[in-house]
């Protein structure tokens, strides 16, 4: 089955400080994209930041930036120079490089603190 | 550029009864997908349609159905409502092969009582 796990329910971070927020999934194919949502109270899931799994290099989009590890099937999401604008639910998802359907984890519920 | 477009925003609905949601694709999409998300869940796959026909189902029971329309908008019905089918149901519209661009909508909250 696949699977995307986040294991931190909840993640706070002082304003202008940097936090990291975990994913791990499981899959046995091996042409995958990955993705890191944001659903802010508007509930509009907006895409973050997106790696193709044959990349070794890891993804940064201005102030966040991913670390992944494909052997170890980990994706992890930093940001950067929090800002307030900044909290939100954050999902990690994986699709299929041909398939038509995101698997989701149960989200990160992050709070920044001004 | 309009965005995706759901509708209604909010509804309550008894259990027992059926309800039909709407979702308007963003501009030069003709891909649709639907996704539930439950309370204090990820998103979780119902269906995508392309072309007026369903192209890939998730675990979901035949009491979930839809429809595209040639315009590309799409709705989704569920019949026989329980109380489990309370949760948030996302549109998604894309290309009918994106590397990535999915665009999402905000959801219809659907509450059953």
């Known amino acids: 089955a696949q699977t995307v796990t986040q294991s931190q329910p909840e993640m706070s971070v002082q304003e202008a400080e940097t936090v990291t927020l975990s994913c791990t999934y499981d899959t046995s194919e091996s042409d995958y994209y990955l ?11 907006i895409l973050v930041i997106r790696q ?34 900044d909290a939100a639910m954050y999902f990690c998802a994986y699709r299929y490089q041909t ?10 519920s992050l709070t920044v603190i001004p | 550029d309009a965005g995706v477009t759901q509708s209604p925003t909010h509804l309550i609905k008894t259990r027992g009864q059926q309800v039909t949601l709407r979702c308007s694709p963003k501009s030069g999409h003709d891909t649709v997908s639907w996704y539930q998300q439950a309370l204090g869940q990820g998103p979780q796959f119902i269906f995508q349609y392309y072309e007026e026909e369903e192209r890939q189902r998730g675990n979901f029971p035949d009491r979930f159905s839809g429809h595209q329309f040639p315009n590309y908008s799409s709705e989704l019905n569920v019949n026989a409502l329980l109380l489990g089918d309370s949760a948030l149901y996302l549109c998604a ?16 909250r659907l509450t059953v009582v």
């Open chain 1, 99 to 108: 398939g038509n359907q995101f698997y989701f984890g149960t989200g990160t």
């Open chain 2, 93 to 108: 519209s894309s290309f009918p092969r994106p590397s990535y661009g999915y665009t999402f909508g905000s959801g219809t």
């Open chain 1, 35 to 45: 993705f890191w949502y944001k659903q802010p109270p508007s509930r509009q899931m």
């Open chain 1, 52 to 85: 193709e799994a044959y990349k070794q290099q890891n993804a940064t989009e201005n102030r966040f930036s991913v670390n992944f590890q494909k052997a170890a099937k980990s994706f992890s999401l930093k940001i950067s120079d929090s800002q307030l604008g």
